[in-house]
């Protein structure tokens, strides 16, 4: 039983146009200021190349990166944009859509968040700022191949059956009757 979201195929091609776009206009610009007032036009030009060469960079690297950005597993949740390793689903206390800075996204709260610690520069500042609870997880939406609905719906699925498989063994383990053996 595994759920893996991946970024929009359409996402990263829209980031390389919006990248080519500042690039030419900058060059453009560039060639237009030049001829006009040459010592004028130089902090404005080089503003635009820089916001195009980092639209052209985001762009390379999420094309380039294949794996999900959101995998759902029998572990738990794995978001690469939060940390490397999975959340428990027994870590997890509970789940809301809810929207953050005006981007739909799927909030977590955890039992114990010194489990999970955000290990990635967009997750700390999240953190850092407030815009994240100390003992929540934001699973951001945007750019995903799903809504914030399908993922809570996956979660519940997912993470319910994962959680009462790990009830059945912990209660085989112990010796109870009436628990049913593991993968059994």
Not at 37 to 42: C, F, H, L, T, V
Not at 120 to 145: I, W
């Amino acid at each position: 039983m595994n759920f893996a979201a991946r970024y929009r195929e359409e996402a990263p091609v829209r980031v390389a146009l919006a990248g080519l776009g500042l690039l030419m206009l900058a060059v453009l610009l560039t060639y237009h200021l030049q001829q006009k007032a040459p010592g004028i036009a130089g902090a404005l030009v080089w503003i635009l190349a820089f916001l195009a060469l980092i639209a052209l960079s985001i762009s390379y690297f999420l094309l380039r990166d294949s794996r999900p950005a959101v995998r759902l597993s029998s572990d738990g949740i794995r978001d690469r944009r939060w940390s490397a390793k999975p959340i428990s689903w027994l870590n997890i206390a509970e789940f809301d859509p809810v929207r953050c800075l005006g981007l739909p996204a799927v909030q977590l709260r955890l039992h114990d968040p010194a489990l999970n610690p955000p290990h990635t520069l967009l997750a700390r500042f999240l953190r850092s700022y407030g815009f994240v609870d100390s003992n929540c997880v934001l699973l951001l939406v945007p750019g995903l191949d799903c809504t914030a609905d399908a993922l809570c719906d996956k979660i519940m699925s997912i993470g319910t059956a994962a959680i009462e498989a790990a009830e059945e063994a912990e209660l085989w383990a112990k010796g109870s009757p009436y628990a049913a053996p593991p993968n059994g």
